[in-house]
């Protein structure tokens, strides 16, 4: 466990500086117009690469076995879809922006997250099949790679303080990714043969079908994450827009052991007889961390948010109490949560956390306009909360804890 536990705890430190890294130094050096911008075409990248992603990280890890009969016609669909993916949002993205009067430039540099976004969706789509398979080497080295390409982006910024040269250089690391993803996938796999020529369109809607309630589970999951700073570009000025994408890379930050338990429970909990053992020692694992983590941060908040992102945001440890009370609800929601995937229905954890998108967007509709980033963190509480709720109660209906058998 431990030694397949290290891996796992390399790749999510990677992914988190993934992130750190490029609003560490946009934060620092670039004043708050520019750094409400260039951070919301980065996240925009991740955005699109998970509703790109269609779910398949959990799907992949629930239904591996079935997958791996067919997997030339299932990777091939995926592929293919993805990239119809991709010509979608280019549309809307070149007629909402149209629409709303952004600049070309803008537009430009949406279109270009867009591309980025399905290249990163494709080196990642790859390495879940060696992650559902307990082999974690291939997505912390693709992962490390993005990490390298964010480095070197943020340095040429730095160096010819050019916004075109700093997208250029994350759309290359992503195709040279996803070359790597392939490449790695077909070593582990043998007697991989792509088809994605002639497109199989009753395969493609099976596929959608099938992959659906993961879908809305996944895609409801990005519209808490990723959508709020969406709402927030919509709702408020560039300036409550860079305040709230510091605070929500703090509770990023805070929230690392919550990604590793969501890496590492759901094999465990598929090789496990009894789901009441293994919740047990994960959960004394995430209580633990939010106690010593917590802690922490709210003894040295200001210094934290002065030392990573620079002095000047400082005051945004006024944030503090809510920024905790959304870590709680988050460290509470992840094992129940799971439980219902494996042992309600994936559908059933869709429909919670629909009503909890829905409860977060009028949150923020009502909220933000009047009270800024207070209150797109009081609408955070309550679609968490909401969250938690359908999760205990799903958990204690099915009495999950009372099973013992193999997920």
Same mark, same amino acid.
């Given at each position: 466990?431990?030694? /397949?536990? +290290? $891996?796992v705890?390399l790749?999510?430190?990677?992914? #988190? %500086?993934?992130?750190?890294v490029i609003?560490? *130094? !946009? ?7 520019r750094f409400a ?5 980065f996240t925009?990248i991740?955005?699109?690469s998970?509703i790109?992603?269609y779910g398949?990280?959990l ?5 591996f ?6 997997k030339?016609r ?11 993916g991709?010509i979608i949002f280019?549309f809307?993205?070149?007629a909402?922006g149209?629409f709303?009067?952004?600049s ?7 279109i270009?997250?867009a ?9 990642l789509?790859?390495?879940y099949?060696?992650s559902?398979?307990? /082999?974690? +080497? $291939?997505e912390?080295?693709?992962n490390?790679?993005? #990490? %390298?390409?964010?480095?070197?982006s943020a340095t *040429? !910024?730095?160096?010819?303080d050019?916004d075109?040269?700093f997208?250029?250089?994350?759309i290359f690391?992503?195709?040279i990714?996803?070359a ?5 996938f077909?070593r582990n ?6 088809k994605?020529?002639p497109?199989?369109p009753?395969?493609m809607?099976?596929?959608?079908k ?5 879908f809305l ?9 990723y ?8 709702l408020s000025?560039r300036t ?5 994408q510091?605070?929500t890379r ?13 890496i590492?429970?759901?094999?465990r ?6 789901p009441?053992v293994?919740?047990?020692?994960f959960q004394?694992f995430?209580?633990?961390s ?6 922490l941060?709210?003894?040295f908040?200001?210094e934290?948010i ?8 400082s005051?945004?440890?006024?944030y ?5 009370a ?5 460290y509470?929601?992840?094992i ?8 309600v ?6 429909k919670?956390?629909f009503?909890?998108?829905?409860t ?11 009270y ?6 009081y ?6 909360s909401?969250l ?7 958990s204690?209906?099915?009495n ?7 997920a």
């Amino acid at each position: 466990m431990i030694s /397949k536990s +290290i $891996p796992v705890v390399l790749n999510v430190i990677t992914r #988190l %500086f993934q992130n750190l890294v490029i609003f560490i *130094f !946009l934060a620092r050096f670039l004043e708050t117009e520019r750094f409400a911008f260039l951070t919301l075409v980065f996240t925009l990248i991740f955005m699109i690469s998970n509703i790109l992603d269609y779910g398949l990280r959990l799907r992949i890890n629930v239904d591996f076995k079935d997958i791996l009969k067919n997997k030339d016609r299932f990777i091939s669909d995926w592929l293919a879809l993805k990239f119809l993916g991709l010509i979608i949002f280019i549309f809307l993205i070149s007629a909402y922006g149209s629409f709303a009067s952004y600049s070309f430039k803008e537009i430009y540099f949406f279109i270009g997250a867009a591309f980025s976004g399905f290249l990163l969706s494709i080196s990642l789509y790859f390495s879940y099949f060696m992650s559902a398979n307990e /082999k974690y +080497i $291939p997505e912390l080295s693709i992962n490390a790679w993005f #990490l %390298f390409g964010c480095i070197m982006s943020a340095t *040429f !910024l730095f160096l010819t303080d050019s916004d075109y040269i700093f997208l250029l250089i994350i759309i290359f690391t992503n195709f040279i990714g996803a070359a790597l993803g392939f490449l790695s996938f077909n070593r582990n796999f043998t007697s991989f043969n792509l088809k994605i020529w002639p497109l199989k369109p009753y395969s493609m809607i099976n596929e959608l079908k099938i992959s659906s309630p993961y879908f809305l589970h996944l895609f409801f999951t990005i519209f808490i994450g990723y959508f709020d700073i969406i709402l927030m570009e919509v709702l408020s000025s560039r300036t409550y827009l860079a305040e709230y994408q510091i605070v929500t890379r703090v509770i990023i930050g805070l929230s690392l052991p919550i990604v590793v338990t969501s890496i590492l429970f759901p094999p465990r909990l598929r090789k496990s007889g009894s789901p009441k053992v293994t919740s047990i020692y994960f959960q004394i694992f995430l209580v633990t961390s939010l106690i010593i983590i917590g802690a922490l941060y709210l003894l040295f908040d200001s210094e934290i948010i002065s030392l990573i992102f620079g002095i000047k945001y400082s005051y945004l440890n006024q944030y503090s109490i809510l920024i905790s009370a959304i870590l709680v609800l988050k460290y509470l929601q992840i094992i129940p949560g799971t439980l219902v995937t494996f042992y309600v229905s994936q559908k059933s954890r869709a429909k919670s956390i629909f009503f909890s998108a829905i409860t977060m967007v009028l949150g923020f509709f009502i909220l933000v306009p009047k009270y800024g980033v207070s209150g797109a963190l009081y609408a955070l509480i309550i679609s968490n909360s909401v969250l938690l709720v359908f999760y205990a109660w799903l958990s204690a209906k099915a009495n999950i804890h009372s099973l013992n058998l193999k997920a």
